[in-house]
Every structure is written in C-alpha cells, then in structure tokens.
C-alpha cells in the first residue's frame, strides 16, 4: 500500500467510526460498519458495509438517512461518488449467524 492510500485509509476509517458513532444511536438495530477498497481503482472500488442486528430492525430503518450520513462524511474527506447507493451495502448479524454459523470472514469472501 502507498503511502497515500495509508493516508486516505486512515481517514476512511476515522469518517466511518463517526458515521458509526452516529448511527448507533440515531439507528434503531444499527451494531457496526465496515469497508473494502482496492486502491488502484478508488473511489469506484469503495464499499461500505452497515450491519444491523435483525432483518426486521434493518426493514424499518430509513435506509436514506444512512446513505446520507455515510456520503456527507465521505465528502468531508474528499470522497465524492457519483452514486452512494451503488458503494453502500446492508446485512445482518441474523443472516450471518443462520447463513455462515456467524462467520464475517467467510461471509465477506
């Protein structure tokens, strides 16, 4: 990884700790956020991962709110997508535990 990508990981990280900060408490169900990126092809290969306790919990968020809390704090750091629904995905700690025996990193592959 360059050094730049350090740098623009550093702030992806820091901008999505606040968007979790925020949601957990704005975001009924809302339990963590993740991200994955392949820095030769960024900012198209960003995706953003908000995990929510139960499918019914996720059914009744707002997903809007979410899409743009995660976009303004992208900005802050000088990401701009074209499109945030195309970079931010929703799942489950219930699919996860009935689909993958609770494993993210296999869920993840």
């Not at 953003?48 to 139960?54: A, Q, R």
């Not at 900005?75 to 499109?83: F, R, Y």
């Amino acid at each position: 990884m360059r050094k730049t990508d350090k740098k623009m990981d550093k702030a992806l990280v820091k901008a999505l700790t606040e968007v979790c900060e925020i949601a957990l408490k704005d975001f009924d169900g809302f339990e963590w956020i993740t991200h994955f990126v392949h820095y030769d092809n960024f900012p198209e290969s960003l995706s953003v991962v908000c995990i929510f306790s139960t499918n019914e919990q996720l059914k009744k968020t707002e997903l809007g709110g979410i899409y743009t809390l995660i976009n303004e704090k992208l900005l802050s750091i000088g990401v701009k997508l074209k499109d945030i629904r195309r970079h931010v995905d929703f799942d489950t700690e219930e699919n996860c535990t009935n689909e993958n025996s609770g494993n993210w990193k296999e869920r993840f592959k």
